[in-house]
């Protein structure tokens, strides 16, 4: 499958997601160490539950491609074996595909002449006859699919000299080749580093290629593939022509019938990003047009093969992709779960900090999780790593998680001071976080302390968060500090103290009126309530009516310190709460008589009114509408609620009210009687 495993697309850095699955393990782990490992790619083995990953050794006396298997937990399963023949000393840049079929793998890899490949037994490792050759023409940077409709395989690639095409070419089960070679891109100008992936859907292979119509202008373009006979379905077509795409790699999404297709591109302004397009199973594009994967001043790509791509068919759907992640304080692999609609899961992750390069990745649809392999540096030696990555579904009560592992994901980061001394700080902070890199970090200035004072400074960090269908807020969050005890209680400057003392402190604060406030106070954490190793903190704020359906909800975090030593990080910060059923004032799971009763006691109410009150639609009275809501939902029945709030004791309705209230019944017996008609 080489560049051929499938797609995720990556966060629009500082969008506010939910997240819901991280990295497996503390640390990457090692898949094969020595000198010279180089260019890693690997397959899933639906049938055993493992994964091969295969990649090129610079160092074992000659040039040759070895392989190793790796459990669904991320243990090496037996030693490192080679696949390709020791004739082939000069085998490179190897590929994988599994086939399930035959529960057997194909390798492909570079030669001097041309493409060759290996069968292995998916079982036990062992080679399956010997290397055979694949290509005609003298090609390089081979990808392979498998065609589940077919049983067989179609190996892609392209040749360095002369009219620089990309070729492709059936291969049987039982390693012959089927057919001749096909040109696949046709093209005179640069056409090269292809990548193919199959529709089970269509039976039909998609392959995806760089190519340069000018110098130095780059795009992505495509072609389909007939998978029984090898013959082009319909001509190239352009996927990305801004002019600065390259290093495609191809996601098939099974339950959509539809490919996502993720390439490295050059913003203005920016270092190399992700991007990705969605291409239907008929060739045309998604008319929802590019996706930003990663954007922003980072680093975010690969420029030797380009990043890679996993899907899994699990959760409705899931894709992943790795990517290398450089800023000013990180340097390693990056990575990102998306939804099939292409929107983030949760914001980017760090797969692992260090000199790491070439990757791939496959999915493990048994388990619904993914192994990314990569290249990396060990001093002065190359190695192949590992790294696991578990999806999860969606809780039906998250509402909204801000990770922190990329960046401050659109919390507003404010300063405050007491009188003249120096503020506080507020950045995102790389360098610590929990269990992950990434938080937010405050600290003190202690610019009067030699003075024997207390200073007072801090930051604020805010964030708007609508809690629009939800009730019984929970908020958790990880929090650590690291304090100075101040030199005395005395308090200097004539800036506000935070909630009436000078000590060190972190304040919760909530706002119904948006980030702007005013603000409401929830908890005060001082002294032995701030820990010193990341602590999870739990703040029920299910009892307060007020936010309950609210949209206009935001969050803020307040800090005060006294020293420049005085330091305190937030991270994990999580929103959740209850899905509201409209109708159910009590939150209880139920619309019954209890809630009509509610309501009833409050109808009329203007201006003022919550949902225990009967306020549905968020206007802020109770009226018919709010009425109708709770009806539609009656245990009882429709009709039965109207009669129920009738006979209710309530404040006295207007004549026009007593009227509308009538209509609403007879309106609900002729729909219920519409309806039984039409059954």
Do not use: C
């Not at 109410?605 to 709010?626: E, H, K, R």
């Amino acid at each position: 499958m080489s560049r051929s495993a499938l797609l995720a697309t990556l966060t629009t850095l500082g969008a506010a997601t939910v997240g819901f699955a991280d990295v497996l393990g503390s640390n990457v782990f090692t898949i094969s160490s020595g000198t010279g490992m180089r260019f890693p790619d690997v397959a899933y083995n639906s049938v055993n539950g493992e994964h091969l990953v295969v990649w090129a050794d610079y160092n074992s006396g000659s040039l040759g491609v070895f392989g190793r298997r790796v459990s669904q937990n991320g243990s090496v399963n037996g030693s490192a074996f080679r696949i390709s023949d020791v004739v082939q000393s000069d085998a490179l840049y190897p590929a994988v595909a599994y086939n399930a079929d035959n529960n057997e793998y194909l390798v492909t890899f570079d030669t001097a002449s041309t493409v060759h490949g290996q069968r292995i037994n998916a079982a036990t490792g062992s080679l399956l006859s010997g290397n055979f050759s694949i290509g005609t023409t003298q090609g390089i940077r081979s990808g392979v699919a498998w065609n589940s409709t077919d049983s067989n395989y179609f190996v892609t690639y392209y040749a360095p000299g002369g009219s620089t095409d990309v070729y492709g070419r059936r291969v049987s089960n039982g390693g012959g080749v089927i057919g001749a070679e096909i040109n696949v891109s046709s093209d005179a100008n640069f056409s090269g580093y292809p990548t193919v992936a199959y529709s089970s859907a269509a039976n039909e292979f998609l392959v995806t290629w760089d190519h340069e119509p000018s110098p130095n202008f780059g795009n992505i373009r495509g072609q389909r593939i007939n998978a029984s006979t090898g013959a082009k379905i319909g001509g190239g077509f352009n996927i990305a022509t801004v002019g600065t795409e390259s290093r495609s790699s191809i996601a098939y999404d099974s339950l959509n019938n539809r490919w996502l297709i993720q390439y490295n591109t050059i913003a203005s302004g920016f270092s190399f990003d992700q991007y990705a397009r969605f291409v239907n199973a008929d060739g045309s594009l998604n008319p929802t047009g590019p996706i930003l994967i990663a954007h922003s001043s980072a680093f975010e790509g690969e420029t030797l093969l380009g990043t890679d791509i996993a899907y899994v068919p699990g959760h409705d759907g899931r894709f992943f992709s790795a990517f290398q992640l450089e800023t000013t304080m990180f340097a390693g692999m990056g990575g990102q779960e998306t939804f099939a609609s292409g929107q983030p899961v949760a914001s980017q992750i760090n797969l692992g900090s260090g000199p790491y390069g070439v990757m791939s990745l496959s999915g493990d649809t048994n388990l619904n999780r993914f192994l990314t392999v990569f290249e990396g540096l060990n001093g002065s030696s190359h190695t192949i790593y590992g790294r696991l990555f578990q999806s999860e579904p969606v809780p039906a009560d998250q509402i909204a998680q801000f990770t922190l592992n990329s960046d401050a994901q659109n919390w507003t980061l404010q300063t405050w001071r007491s009188g003249t001394n120096s503020f506080g700080t507020a950045q995102w902070d790389n360098a610590s976080g929990s269990p992950a890199a990434g938080s937010i970090k405050s600290t003190g200035s202690g610019a009067t302390n030699n003075q024997d004072h207390n200073t007072r400074e801090g930051s604020y960090l805010t964030r708007p968060v609508s809690l629009a269908g939800y009730g019984n807020i929970m908020l958790r969050y990880d929090v650590k500090a690291t304090l100075d005890a101040p030199p005395d209680s005395s308090a200097t400057g004539s800036g506000n103290l935070l909630e009436g003392s000078p000590e060190d402190k972190l304040v919760i604060y909530y706002s119904t009126q948006g980030d702007d406030g005013p603000w409401t106070l929830a908890e005060v954490l001082t002294g032995s309530s701030l820990p010193g190793d990341w602590t999870r903190r739990t703040l029920n704020l299910s009892g307060i009516d007020s936010l309950i359906n609210e949209d206009d909800f935001a969050l803020r975090f307040a800090w005060q310190f006294n020293t420049a030593v005085d330091t305190g990080w937030i991270d994990n910060v999580l929103l959740s709460g209850t899905l509201l059923s409209p109708g159910d004032t009590d939150l209880d799971g139920d619309v019954d008589l209890s809630d009509l009763g509610n309501l009833a006691s409050s109808y009329g109410a203007i201006g003022l009114a919550t949902w225990p009150q009967g306020d549905f639609d968020n206007d802020g009275d109770v009226d018919l509408n709010d009425l109708s809501s709770l009806a539609s939902n009656y245990g009882n029945g429709e009709a039965q609620a109207f009669a129920d709030f009738q006979s209710l004791t309530v404040p006295e309705p207007t004549l026009g009210k007593m009227v509308t209230i009538g209509l609403f019944v007879r309106v609900a017996s002729f729909r219920r009687l519409i309806e039984g008609r039409n059954r």
